[in-house]
């Protein structure tokens, strides 16, 4: 019996769930409503009210990332450091809010920021104002970060952990300091966590919806929304898989920038 057979289970799921509804979504994306071929889908993604959601969405999508990056990346070096005592219970903490279902999590961030919410009472009950914390892009920005963050720490936080670390002291040996220890060793060789955390991150975050829906309070939309509302409210299955459609091929080419970052996939070499 050949070893390849037992691959044909994962070849027929990904058949009939992946690459079937990636040609349907290209099907609609370039027919009308009577399945005939046409081009209007793709030209009216181009009507400025698009393209203006799909920049806030980028951008959101882009400050999430790096602020994600910023927090992580501290975060991943201390989990991953030998002399940290509490790392093992840290870490649990930081994979807890990911056994939780994502619009718990979410929910959860409403119950803090809302106008009668804990935040406000609380500054209520120290004699301060109510603050406007939901409806807006800080509050949908604040939500992706927080459901996201894991994401970044944890492809971070094994580049780290399966580092050589010879490597270190043998840069300490020839004299670099902390510093330079950082900077010339530890950072290259972690860049491969950094490409996979920040492709982790920034798909979900440009792609959101209920995010947006949730904390923005319906008062703005990103791109998720157009497309859910294109198949799900208006019905326009052809509009909403041209705007899929459009959506993949700027995640693909994303993706395709973040490799050339670590081709070898093996870090970044020596600064």
Do not use: H
Not at 62 to 67: Q, V
Not at 87 to 101: S, T
Not at 149 to 161: D, E, H, N, S
Not at 201 to 227: C, E, H, K, Y
């Amino acid at each position: 019996m050949k070893r390849s057979w037992f691959a044909m289970p994962y070849i027929a799921w990904m058949a009939m769930f992946t690459i079937a509804p990636l040609l349907l979504v290209v099907f609609f994306a370039f027919t009308n409503a009577d399945g005939q071929f046409t081009l209007i889908n793709l030209r009216n993604f181009f009507d400025p009210t698009y393209l203006s959601i799909l920049w806030r969405s980028l951008y959101l999508a882009f400050f999430c990332t790096i602020i994600c990056l910023l927090i992580g990346y501290p975060a991943a070096f201390f989990l991953a450091s030998k002399d940290f005592a509490k790392n093992q219970a840290l870490f649990v903490l930081i994979l807890l809010p990911m056994w939780m279902n994502f619009l718990l999590r979410t929910y959860a961030m409403m119950s803090l920021l809302e106008d009668r919410g804990i935040i406000n009472n609380m500054l209520v009950s120290l004699g301060f104002e109510r603050l406007e914390l939901i409806g807006n892009e800080g509050a949908v920005l604040l939500g992706m970060v927080y459901n996201f963050v894991p994401f970044m720490i944890l492809p971070i936080y094994t580049a780290l952990k399966k580092m050589d670390t010879r490597v270190i002291e043998a840069a300490e040996d020839l004299g670099a300091n902390p510093f330079n220890v950082f900077r010339r060793v530890v950072f290259p060789l972690s860049i491969p966590g950094i490409v996979s955390g920040i492709t982790m991150v920034f798909m979900p975050a440009v792609t959101t919806f209920a995010i947006s829906r949730l904390l923005g309070s319906g008062n703005f939309w990103l791109f998720g929304d157009i497309i859910e509302r294109k198949f799900l409210e208006s019905n326009d299955w052809n509009f909403g898989s041209a705007l899929s459609l459009i959506m993949m091929l700027l995640i693909i080419a994303s993706i395709g920038l973040l490799n050339k970052a670590d081709a070898k996939q093996e870090g970044g070499g020596a600064w």
